[in-house]
Every structure is written in C-alpha cells, then in structure tokens.
C-alpha cells in the first residue's frame, strides 16, 4: 500500500463541532483518498503504535511533534509532509499494517470520514457481488461500514462454499469499460466496500466488486477442482482469462476449450486453460516502456501490454514495422526491489532486476495502474517466501506474514522488507525469446 496525504481541508470555527477551526489531513492510499483525520488522531495512533511495538517503532520515521500555537501556512505544509514520510514508514513494515490496532484505526477513520456523508449510513442495504462472467450475487441486510472480510464471509455463506475453500478468493474492485470488466484493485480487509466503491463511482461510474481466486500458485488449482461449487469458480475465472489473452497466444488451445465449454466439461475446460501460457496472469494495457531494454542510446518509449502472473511480469512490445509484438520477460526473482514514483504529471514503476551476473538495472514501466503491479509483485513475493517456509495454502501463507505480537518478532520487525528478495538458487526457466537475459550462470536475487 502506498499512503499519501497530498492535501489539506481546512475546517471552520462555524463548521466545527466544538466551535474551533482545525486541519485534516486527507490520506490516499494507492492515490485514492481514503480518510481525512485530524492531527490529534495520528498522535494517539503513534502513541498506540509506540506501546504496541515499542521495537519495531525504533526504525520508523519520527512522528512531528506538537505545538501549541496556532500553525502558519509553511508550519501545516510542514507537518503534512512530515506525516506523510511517517505513514510512508509505518506502512513498509508487515508486523504493523497487519495488526488488529492498525486495521481498526483505518477503519474507523474511513467511516468517519465518509458514513456521515451518507445518508443510508445507519441502515442496512443489499451489496452485489459480481463474478468475471458477469454473473450477480446480492447479499442482503448487511452494514454500510462492514469490512471487506466481513463482506467475504458472507459472500462466502450465500454461494455456499466451505470456508476452508474461501480463502482461496478475495475480493477487488473491476470497472467496466467496453463491456469488458478491468481490474482496479483488490479491496483491504479493514476497509467499508460500500464506501469505498460509493466513492470509487465518482470517477469511475461503472465501477463494481467481483470476486475471485487470490492465489498466483496455479497448483491451488488442484485443491479446489474436486468441489463443484469451488470448481465453478475456477472455471468462470479461466474463461474469462483465455478471452482476455486469445490475442497474445495464438494456438489450438481455444477451439479445444469451446469444444469443453460447450460440453460443460468445466473440470477438464480447467486443466487445458492451465496449460496456456497466460493461464492466471493479471493483463494490463496502455502501459509503456523504454525499449530496446540493453542498449540506452537506441531507447524510446514504446507502448505495451504488461501480462503479470507466473511469477513473471511480461511486457509484449509492439516494435515498429513489425505485427508480432516482442515480449520481454521479467522474473519476479530477480527483481532486486522496486518502487512507486507518484508525480503531478504520470504514475510509474521502477524496479531494479538482474539483468545478467553481477549486472542489475533499473526498469520503468509507465501505467496509470502501477500501485496495482506493486501489489501484484508483493503479493508474489510473499507467496514465493511463504512455500519456501513450508505454506501449503494461501491461508497458511498469510499466517506465515502475519504477527502474533510476539516479543521476538517485534524485535525482529524492523528487519522484515518490503519487496525485497533474497539470493536463492532457483533456476526457474526463461521464455526463449527473452533475449536480454544470459543464461550461463546467472542467479536469482
């Protein structure tokens, strides 16, 4: 998650509850406002976090310190960066954004901010739910401010699948553009859907919630395939996948897959799609990057589409004078570490990755969605990590992730990164045609 606060309201004497003017600090996360919240509450949530984590705190960016005058204009935009690189520092660390204490701040401080302004706050309502098919399910009488794992579980109770299974899907925002649903983001467990998605429709009209799996892992697959209710998920998942990369793959694959659609061989449909080389893969369009990658003084900007999954990231480069796009493939574990560069102007990703022995690079992609790859790539890595120490399910792997508040992983908090690998030896195979990459004794990070 990438927290912001890029802005300030400034509310009035006459506007104020208790007749005094103060500021509120509006915080973005992935460049979306969330919550607005005072000073007085970021201070109670450091002082929070300090008892909590009292070790783990020691690495965090120092927290502005109070006045006790009134601030000038230079003194508030002072304290709004300030609090800004705090967040910034705070949210790098897993043993603290996964906490009880943050999750309920957040999610207090998102309904304050926006359950007032809505005027069907304090009543039930029905939330629908949407399946990559379009397919809907309505889940009734639930709360305006109910959590994203709330929401799931009952999502979970109406479809009738077993829990066990459930944690194997999660739940993200899409829009629809074109008839054809786009991802967005996934949704945090401690923020409101509704909320957010009220919000989420100002900009994007047609935006809606979906539900799908939340592993990379394609051999979960096998887990689920064997319950009927579990197997139709997968099988709306895989259709709508091999309609969204029937254009970059071309093969005999997909009028074998019509063959077992048509038949309603939904479990055999699903062990052909996993055989296709974009099965599970995340795709993005209208993004771009400075192509020829190896050699700087031919470099331009050229536009791409960017296939995430396989614990891969592969850019397909329409290059001039040519149909076929080139595709360039980046490994996942040779991504030494990557960031999110958030400007007036565009929104980018940049990652440094080994593009040979002892030879690392910085790559840029340019897209409107970068907040969304890092996650992807987050979420690859914690998964990697977590099989590596034994995981045999996505929920094992958020245990693995997860603090228990012991008093030896508070201590050993500030050591966890974010988005960093270490050198391992696995000798994953490249695609063929990746042609910046030299095999002959390279490792991964």
């Known amino acids: 998650m990438h927290f912001s606060i890029p802005d300030t309201t400034e509310i009035s004497a006459k506007n104020s509850s208790n007749q005094q003017a103060y500021t509120l600090f509006n915080i973005h996360i992935n460049g979306i406002h969330f919550c607005s919240v005072r000073y007085s509450q970021l201070r109670t949530f450091n002082d929070e976090l300090q008892r909590l984590f009292s070790s783990t705190m020691a690495s965090i960016d120092p927290f502005p310190p109070k006045k006790f005058f009134a601030l000038s204009a230079r003194e508030t935009e002072e304290r709004r ?63 305006a401010t109910v959590t994203t794992s709330r929401l799931l579980d009952a999502c979970g109770k109406k479809i009738q699948i077993q829990q066990d299974f459930l944690t194997y899907f999660a739940l993200y925002f899409y ?21 957010s998605l009220k919000q989420l429709k100002k900009t994007q009209q047609q935006a809606c919630i979906v539900l799908k799996k939340s592993y990379w892992d394609s051999e979960f697959d096998m887990k689920l395939i064997d319950d ?39 479990k055999d449909y699903i062990l052909l799609a996993r055989t296709s080389k974009f099965y ?19 470099q331009k900007l050229c536009q791409c589409l960017l296939s995430i999954g396989n ?31 958030w400007t007036k102007s565009e929104i980018n990703l940049t990652f440094e990755y080994l593009i040979k022995k002892d030879h690392l690079q910085w790559i840029t992609i340019h897209t409107e969605q970068a907040a969304l790859v890092s ?40 050591k966890v990164g974010n988005g960093l690998m270490i050198r391992t030896e696995s000798n994953w195979k490249q695609f063929g045609n990746d042609e910046m990459l030299d095999e002959d004794n390279d490792d991964d990070l």
């Open 81 to 143: 960066s300030s609090l800004e690189h705090y967040l910034q520092s705070v949210v790098q660390n897993r043993f603290i954004i996964t906490s009880s204490y943050f999750k309920e701040f957040f999610s207090n401080a998102q309904n304050e901010t926006f359950a007032s302004d809505s005027s069907d706050a304090n009543e039930n309502l029905n939330l629908t739910i949407c399946l990559l098919n379009n397919h809907e399910i309505i889940i009734e009488n639930v709360s």
């Open 175 to 195: 829009d629809v553009k074109d008839n054809q649903l786009t991802i967005i983001r996934p949704l945090y467990e401690f923020e409101s859907p509704y909320l």
């Open 228 to 266: 009927r209710r579990a197997r139709n998920l997968l099988y709306v998942q895989a259709q709508y996948e091999m309609e969204q990369s029937q254009d970059l793959y071309p093969s005999d694959i997909y009028r074998q897959l019509d063959i077992l659609r048509e038949n309603n061989s939904f």
């Open 280 to 298: 599970g893969h995340v795709i993005l369009k209208q993004c771009s990057i400075l192509y020829p990658i190896t050699d700087p003084t031919k």
């Open 311 to 341: 614990n891969e990231l592969i850019c397909c480069v329409k290059t001039d004078g040519k149909k076929k796009s080139k595709e360039i493939a980046f490994k996942v574990t040779r991504i030494r570490c990557w960031k999110v560069n």
């Open 375 to 414: 996650n992807c790539l987050q979420s690859m890595v914690d998964e990697i990590l977590a099989k590596r120490a034994g995981a045999t399910s996505p929920s094992s792997t958020a245990t693995t992730n997860e603090t228990t508040a012991t008093s030896s992983e508070k201590n050993n908090a500030s």
